[in-house]
């Protein structure tokens, strides 16, 4: 029997097989809920953070809040257009010829009966959600491309929610449909930017975001013990699945969705 190839069978220290230490991350949607949990993280562990929000009055509390803990910057930018996500592309670009992990987190979400889903609302969820995610992928490419190395290429994370793996109780009919789009998006997109960079989205259960406040206010309790792990998603459960992926620890991943749900859409 051949004897193994050390070289490549040499174990890696927790500290380089976890590292994001030194890498440049966009978070677009970075100012608030998942996007600001993801970033905090991502600040902590060393990386040089851009968020981007539509407001700038968030993009300046989200930097106070977390400059004292690493570096961070902000960029206003409305990624439900082309043009605002090329617009975004060429301020990041302006500083930093190579992005290491984009984090396409920005999303809105609109719920009412179905016979009150107008095109407007429609269309307001699917621009920002599915063509914003595509745009600001395909504006940064030359940035993500420039960070690739063959062992550490670079990252796309898209973050979906478990609203597009099952059918949702409320009738948040484009935002459920957005959700799922996202998460073909990132099978279609891994297959075609592999190996230089790879493409998974985290689908996201019930976390204390913006997004989600009016319905954990009504029903927190409730829907934690609708969780095989009784709980509600913390801030470090999410910046921990973005930690992996965006590290040497997840370099072998693409294509993938992660329900981060604390069992809600895998153990029924």
């Given amino acids: 029997m051949p004897e193994p190839d ?58 106070a809040a977390l400059s004292p803990h690493g570096t961070i910057s902000a960029i206003p ?20 010829e190579r992005v290491h992990v984009l984090v396409n987190n920005a999303g809105a979400t609109w719920g009412a009966p179905l016979d009150e889903h107008d095109t407007a609302s429609w269309n307001r969820v699917l621009d920002l959600n599915v063509q914003g995610v595509f745009h600001t992928t395909k504006f940064l490419l030359p940035q993500l491309r420039a960070a690739s190395t063959t062992d550490d290429p670079a990252r796309v994370i898209n973050i979906g929610s478990i609203d597009g793996l099952h059918v949702p109780i409320l009738e948040t009919y484009s935002y459920s449909s957005s959700k799922a789009a996202v998460h073909q998006l990132t099978r ?17 259960g019930p976390f204390p975001s913006k997004m989600m ?56």
Avoid at 77 to 95: F, I
Avoid at 188 to 204: D, F, Y
């Fill in 77 to 96: 930018a409305d990624l439900s257009t082309e043009d605002g996500c090329r617009a975004l592309a060429r301020a990041v670009a302006a500083d930093h």
């Fill in 213 to 268: 406040r009016a319905t954990l206010e009504a029903a927190g309790e409730a829907i934690a013990a609708g969780t095989a792990l009784k709980r509600i998603g913390r801030d470090d459960d999410m910046a921990g699945v973005a930690l992996f992926l965006a590290s040497r620890a997840g370099s072998y991943l693409t294509g993938t969705i992660i329900p981060v749900d604390g069992g809600m859409s895998t153990t029924k």
């Fill in 188 to 204: 279609h997109l891994a297959k075609h930017l592999a190996p230089e960079i790879t493409v998974n989205a985290v689908a996201p």
């Fill in 6 to 63: 050390r070289e490549s069978t040499a174990p890696t220290g927790p500290t380089d097989l976890f590292s994001v230490a030194g890498k440049t991350v966009v978070v677009t949607g970075g100012t608030s809920g998942i996007g600001l949990m993801i970033a905090g993280g991502f600040v902590a562990a060393g990386a040089e953070v851009v968020v981007a929000s539509r407001k700038a009055d968030a993009c300046e509390a989200a930097v």
